[in-house]
């Protein structure tokens, strides 16, 4: 998976609690994306990050907040989980923001009851 | 509407058939179409890319985009058990839109 990494891989949560998913890169790739994938709406672009401390939001952001303190490390952050963000999020990173060529983490597995 | 549509399948062939998967969209801007390649609890990857219209062929895999009609293709040759797999076609002009993903299975 190019050097990615995801944690936690799996994981149950309860309505209404704060969740915190992790993303780590070896590639000193620029640029940094989550994304949420779910049945009959492919993958969904939810914040992206083009550096340190820079940030954007992309199709499905609602409810996400993300921060990026270290190139290597992207965190996305649900402040209070709702059962609507059950789904399997994947990280990516990418050389440059027009680059075709994205390398996805091997996914977290995120389940709000 | 979505700005791109993909069939979601499930679609089953016997080994060694022709496959073709295909993609609508309706944003003229989209400059980059790519196919993705994504086993059953994996991250996707990257199969192939195209930018603007034409072909491209890598091995037994062929990537159509045909942009006056804001389609796109691509064809598996020789189809083997183990590229029964999810597909998903991607675009971009700076954010990537990705239709739903195609599921195929290859039959031996």
């Known amino acids: 998976d190019a050097g990615i990494t995801q944690s936690p891989r799996h994981k149950v949560t309860e309505t209404g609690t704060p969740v915190t998913l992790r993303c780590h890169q070896t590639?000193?790739?620029?640029?940094m994306y989550w994304y949420r994938q779910d049945p009959g709406h492919g993958l969904r672009l939810i914040h992206y990050?083009?550096?340190?401390?820079?940030?954007d939001k992309g199709e499905v952001s609602d409810g996400y907040s993300v921060s990026r303190s270290k190139t290597e490390d992207f965190l996305l952050t649900l402040e209070s989980a709702t059962s609507s963000q059950t789904s399997v999020y994947f990280c990516?990173?990418?050389?440059?923001?027009?680059?075709?060529?994205?390398?996805f983490g091997p996914g977290t597995r995120l389940t709000v009851t | 509407q979505k700005e791109v549509e993909q069939d979601p399948g499930p679609l089953s062939v016997p080994e060694g058939a022709i496959v073709s998967l295909n993609c609508t969209y309706s944003?003229?801007?989209?400059?980059?179409f790519m196919w993705y390649r994504q086993y059953s609890r994996k991250g996707p990857e990257l199969l192939m890319y195209?930018?603007?219209?034409g072909n491209k062929e890598d091995g037994r895999f062929t990537a159509q985009v045909d942009k006056s009609s804001k389609y796109i293709s691509l064809f598996i040759r020789d189809s083997q058990p183990s590229d029964s797999a999810t597909y998903l076609c991607?675009?971009?002009?700076?954010?990537?839109?990705f239709g739903a993903g195609t599921r195929l299975t290859v039959k031996p």
């Open positions: 990516a990173i990418s050389g440059g923001r027009q680059s075709y060529e994205q390398y």
């Open positions: 590639e000193n790739h620029r640029y």
């Open positions: 990050s083009y550096g340190v401390k820079d940030t």
């Open positions: 944003n003229s801007a989209f400059q980059y």
């Open positions: 195209t930018y603007s219209s």
């Open positions: 991607a675009m971009s002009a700076g954010d990537m839109r």
